[in-house]
C-alpha cells in the first residue's frame, strides 16, 4: 500500500523522486506496514461500521486528507476492531488508528532521527542520575564489560558479580522491544553458561539487582514486576498525560508486558484500577486469573508519579515530545524509574483499556501534524 502513495510530485526530477522513496523505505515502511501485524488479532472481534459511523469518521479526516488518499492512509479497520471491543462507547470516531498513530504522529513528535541514538539504558545514569533507579550492577558497551561506574572489567569479575545476587535481570539496552532481549537469572537455579551466552548476545546490555514491588502492585502478580506506563505529549508548552495503564504478568509470569503473555488494566485520575483488564488480543478480564478484583487495587502515590513523567518530559523535549515512561512502585510505595520509549509506542495496549488516545487535543494535534509533518505533506503533495 506504501509504494501506491509514495509518487512523483508534478515536474519533479527523477533524482528527487528516488531521494524521497529511500527515505520512505528506510524509515518509514516498517511504521506503516506494520498496522497489517499490530491489527492481525484485534480484527477477529472487529464489527462492520454502519454509515453514520463511516461518516462522522471520514469527517474527521475530511479537513486534512483528500478522499483519493484517505483510505489509502487511514486504515479504517482499526475503527471496526474497536467497535467491537468496545460496542458501548459511543466515541468510536475519536479513536487513532495505530498505524497512522505511529508512521506520522508518532514520527512528527519524537523525530526518530534524534530520539533513537538516545534509546539506551546505559546512558539512564546520565540522562536521570538524580532519579530513583533499579540498582545497576554491571554493563556491556560493544565488548566491553563495565562496573556500575564505567569502569572496565572483566567477564570473570561480571559472572561474580551476579553469582552475589540472589537474580539479577539483563536487559538488551538498545533497540529492545515488547519486552523482548530480558534474561533473569538465578544464581541458585542457573548455570554460567546461560549468563555468559546472553552477555554474548548482543553489545549493548545492562544488568541490575532486582526490584521489590510494593505489596499493592503484587496482589495483581507476585512473581513480576507489574509497571505502570504513562503516555506523555509536551504540546504547546504544557505536557499532558495521555493515557495510564498497569502492565501485569499473569500464572506465575516473570514478565509483565502485554506482548508476553501480560494484561493491560487503566488508571483512574486517583491511581485507582479500573474495573476490567484486557490483554493483548483483546480478551476482557473482569478479574485477573489470581483472582484479584482490578479495582480494588490503588497505585500509592500515583500523584508522585505523574509529578516525576511530567517533569522529565521537559527535560527531555529537545528529543522527544511523545514519550511513554514506565515505572515501579518500590516497597516504600515511590516511583522507580525503569525506562522510558522515546519514539513507536504502539496504541492499542493504551487506548483499548482507557479509550481514544489524543481526547480532547485530537483536532489541534491533527492541525499541527498536517501543517508541519514532512512525511504528510509529502504524501499529499505528490496527489495534487
Not at 206 to 224: F, V
Amino acid at each position: 500500500m506504501i509504494d501506491d502513495i509514495i509518487r512523483p510530485y508534478p515536474g519533479e526530477d527523477e533524482f528527487s523522486f528516488e531521494k524521497r522513496k529511500v527515505y520512505f523505505n528506510r524509515l518509514l515502511r516498517i511504521r506503516f506496514v506494520g498496522g497489517d501485524y499490530r491489527i492481525r488479532e484485534m480484527v477477529k472481534k472487529a464489527v462492520p461500521l454502519d454509515a453514520n459511523e463511516k461518516k462522522r469518521i471520514d469527517d474527521i479526516w475530511a479537513p486534512y486528507l483528500p478522499v483519493a488518499l484517505r483510505d489509502e492512509v487511514v486504515d479504517y479497520r482499526y475503527y471496526e476492531a474497536y467497535k467491537g471491543l468496545k460496542s458501548e462507547e459511543d466515541d468510536l470516531f475519536k479513536y487513532m488508528p495505530d498505524s497512522f498513530f505511529k508512521t506520522f504522529i508518532d514520527d512528527y513528535f519524537t523525530n526518530p532521527q534524534e530520539s533513537r541514538p538516545c534509546d539506551d539504558k546505559n546512558i539512564y545514569d546520565l540522562y536521570f542520575h538524580d532519579v530513583e533507579r533499579p540498582k545497576v550492577l554491571f554493563r556491556k558497551i560493544k565488548n566491553i564489560y563495565l562496573d556500575s561506574e564505567f569502569n572496565e572489567i572483566s567477564l570473570n569479575e561480571i559472572i561474580r558479580i551476579a553469582k552475589a545476587q540472589p537474580e539479577v535481570i539483563c536487559k538488551v539496552a538498545k533497540f529492545s522491544m515488547a519486552g523482548s532481549g530480558i534474561l533473569i537469572w538465578n544464581s541458585e537455579r542457573d548455570d554460567e553458561a546461560k549468563l555468559v551466552e546472553f552477555l554474548q548476545s548482543a553489545n549493548y546490555i545492562i544488568c541490575q539487582a532486582m526490584l521489590k514491588q510494593h505489596s499493592e502492585l503484587s496482589r495483581l502478580n507476585p512473581t513480576s514486576v507489574n509497571t505502570i506506563r504513562i503516555f506523555t505529549l509536551l504540546f504547546q508548552g504544557e505536557v499532558h498525560v495521555l493515557s495510564a495503564i498497569v502492565r501485569m504478568g499473569r500464572n506465575g509470569s516473570r514478565l509483565d508486558n502485554a506482548s508476553q503473555g501480560g494484561i493491560v488494566c487503566g488508571i483512574k485520575p486517583n491511581g485507582q484500577l479500573k474495573d476490567v483488564a484486557w490483554n493483548v488480543f483483546g480478551d476482557k478480564f473482569t478479574v485477573h486469573p489470581l483472582g484479584v478484583m482490578f479495582n480494588s487495587v490503588t497505585i500509592p502515590n500515583y500523584y508522585e508519579c505523574i509529578d516525576l513523567v511530567k517533569s522529565l518530559a521537559k527535560r527531555m523535549s529537545s528529543i522527544s515530545r511523545l514519550i511513554s515512561w514506565d515505572l515501579a512502585i518500590n516497597e516504600a510505595g515511590h516511583p522507580v524509574f525503569i525506562e522510558c520509549n522515546l519514539t513507536w509506542t504502539g496504541t492499542e495496549s493504551l487506548q483499548i483499556p482507557n479509550g481514544p488516545l489524543l481526547g480532547d487535543l485530537a483536532n489541534e494535534v491533527l492541525k499541527e501534524v498536517f501543517a508541519n509533518s514532512y512525511t504528510l505533506n509529502s504524501i499529499i503533495k505528490s496527489f495534487r
